[in-house]
């Protein structure tokens, strides 16, 4: 069916691929998703691809698209447009069964006020693959959280860590994760982190989804949202080297020819101090420039994720953005 909305036609959602399609390493496929929410376009043509095995940070500001995201991956949205393939399959055919194979962090957890934490943990993790007791005791001596009290005892931080135990201590083959770090402290949250990474095996796939840096270092890659958009996909090493380095040298012969080098950008010169960004892959030629040019002096800026942000969007958008991110 072809979805009319706000007088635009979409392509309609299609069937995703089975596993037998030779696509069985990719284990999450989102190919030009639309949503909406009245007017609002929550996903505007979003792309996704995650890997067997990988840890694959999704990042953006708030607002930029992750609940909507994780919630139509886990099938309690349905889109206007755009391919979903979840383990080979679409998350609304045998949601049951898929829902077997995927455990999810989403928001604040409702738990049964008198059942205590710990059969709450072996009950949503039970429903999820199955219960590793090992690391369940493992998880709850990390975010020192007491098993034995009742539900309706625990305050919304302890609720939280509840629901990312039932989670991590799952036998699931999929992990989404949106906003774990919520009711952690950060040592909690980077003992999490430790034990993700080190938890790591070739069955086991984790989407982590956040608005923070802190959140994603640990990824393998790392997809770029903002307004529903997919800016760019990689390696956080791979989406640094795509920004700048800010230059602040003094010469002795400064030389305005400097402005022309190849990957050299808002170049200011001021008597004998230039200032300019350059692209990483282009920083060698600049700096032999500045050589040249009698080098006294030299300060340099290696780029930040939240430059990359920033000039992506705008690139992509066509606009300057400043989002908030958190750190």
């Not at 949205?77 to 979903?84: I, S």
């Not at 529903?228 to 003094?250: C, F, K, P, S, Y």
């Amino acid at each position: 069916m072809t979805h009319i909305h706000g007088g635009q036609k979409l392509h309609p959602v299609t069937q995703s691929p089975d596993e037998s399609d030779g696509e069985s390493d990719c284990i999450v496929r989102v190919t030009g998703l639309v949503k909406y929410f009245g007017r609002s376009r929550a996903l505007d043509g979003m792309d996704l691809t995650v890997r067997r095995g990988e840890i694959h940070g999704v990042l953006g500001p708030n607002g930029a698209g992750k609940t909507t995201l994780i919630k139509t991956l886990l099938g309690l949205l349905h889109p206007e447009a755009g391919q979903v393939a979840v383990l080979g399959r679409a998350p609304w055919n045998d949601a049951a069964g898929l829902h077997r194979r995927i455990a999810a962090v989403q928001g604040e957890v409702s738990l049964w006020p008198t059942l205590t934490g710990g059969e709450v943990i072996d009950l949503i993790a039970g429903m999820h693959g199955g219960v590793d007791h090992v690391r369940r005791d493992e998880l709850l001596s990390v975010l020192q959280l007491d098993p034995g009290r009742r539900c309706h005892a625990y305050p919304a931080d302890d609720r939280q860590k509840l629901g990312l135990i039932a989670a991590l201590a799952s036998e699931s083959e999929l992990l989404l994760l949106d906003e774990p770090r919520a009711g952690l402290t950060p040592a909690q949250y980077a003992a999490v982190c430790e034990w993700l990474y080190s938890d790591r095996s070739g069955d086991r796939t984790v989407v982590l989804a956040s608005p923070l840096l802190a959140e994603v270092d640990i990824a393998d890659r790392v997809t770029i949202i903002d307004r529903g958009h997919t800016l760019g996909t990689g390696t956080l090493a791979d989406l640094r080297h795509l920004t700048r380095t800010a230059i602040v040298a003094e010469l002795d012969r400064p030389d305005r020819t400097l402005a022309r080098f190849d990957g050299v950008h808002n170049f200011e010169l001021r008597r004998n101090t230039v200032r300019f960004d350059v692209d990483s892959d282009r920083l060698d030629s600049a700096l032999r420039g500045l050589l040249a040019c009698g080098l006294r002096s030299l300060d340099s800026r290696s780029a930040t994720l939240e430059d990359l942000l920033a000039r992506q969007s705008a690139m992509f958008l066509g606009a300057s953005l400043a989002p908030a991110w958190g750190l």
